[in-house]
């Protein structure tokens, strides 16, 4: 699926959670700060922020993390790994070329812009920048979805076999409509 979101956002959503994406608009430098030392990752024009929230939760939260970093290129904190904070977070921030949705690493814990915590529902999507439009797609099919306001895919149980499909939600939305309504997911 190949999406051109412009200057809105991009919501894919489940059932109980959420990834909210933005293109960056200009060149900025994205400081990682980690326990031992500070990162700098370069994140270009046309490049993703995306925000996830595993749990769910208002899109104005996610809405206002996406901004903090793509308008005013927050640095982010990542966590030791063991850190009791890493439970609390409700949502996630990562920015680059690509990102991988994973339900099996912990949140806020790393620093590789190239990942994010996600829940098992929306586990493996894969996104790609291609400047003004954005891939997604299921790395558990190998396959890009068709364009389509929703996103039929299959995934893998436990035991390698295909389960049901799961039913997931993509759509554009602009800033305006997430920052007037209070939508909770």
Same mark, same amino acid.
């Given at each position: 699926?190949?999406?051109?979101?412009?200057?809105?956002?991009?919501?894919?959503?489940?059932?109980?959670?959420?990834?909210?994406?933005?293109?960056?608009?200009?060149?900025?430098?994205?400081?990682?700060?980690?326990?031992?030392?500070?990162?700098? !990752?370069?994140?270009?024009?046309?490049?993703?922020?995306?925000?996830?929230?595993?749990?769910?939760?208002?899109?104005?939260?996610?809405?206002?993390?996406?901004?903090?970093?793509?308008?005013?290129? !927050?640095?982010?904190?990542?966590?030791?790994?063991?850190?009791?904070?890493?439970?609390?977070?409700?949502?996630?921030?990562?920015?680059?070329?690509?990102?991988?949705?994973?339900?099996?690493?912990?949140?806020?814990?790393?620093?590789?812009?190239?990942?994010?915590?996600?829940?098992?529902?929306?586990?493996?999507?894969?996104?790609?920048?291609?400047?003004?439009?954005?891939?997604?797609?299921?790395?558990?099919?190998?396959?890009?979805?068709?364009?389509?306001?929703?996103?039929?895919?299959?995934? !893998?149980?436990?035991?390698?076999?295909?389960?049901?499909?799961?039913?997931?939600?993509?759509?554009?939305?602009?800033?305006?409509?997430?920052?007037?309504?209070?939508?909770?997911?």
């Amino acid at each position: 699926m190949k999406i051109s979101p412009g200057g809105d956002y991009i919501l894919i959503k489940g059932k109980n959670s959420f990834l909210l994406l933005g293109i960056a608009d200009e060149l900025f430098t994205l400081f990682i700060e980690t326990e031992k030392k500070e990162l700098c !990752q370069t994140v270009r024009k046309g490049e993703i922020v995306a925000v996830s929230a595993p749990e769910g939760g208002d899109l104005r939260h996610a809405a206002m993390l996406l901004e903090l970093v793509r308008t005013y290129h !927050q640095p982010l904190v990542v966590l030791k790994k063991g850190h009791p904070c890493s439970k609390r977070l409700k949502m996630v921030v990562s920015a680059g070329s690509k990102v991988v949705m994973k339900c099996d690493i912990l949140r806020g814990t790393h620093p590789e812009q190239d990942v994010i915590c996600s829940s098992d529902e929306l586990s493996d999507i894969y996104i790609e920048s291609l400047g003004d439009e954005v891939i997604i797609k299921s790395t558990a099919s190998g396959e890009a979805s068709e364009p389509t306001e929703s996103i039929e895919r299959k995934v !893998q149980s436990d035991h390698g076999k295909k389960s049901d499909c799961k039913i997931i939600d993509c759509k554009i939305i602009s800033p305006e409509d997430v920052f007037t309504s209070e939508t909770i997911i």
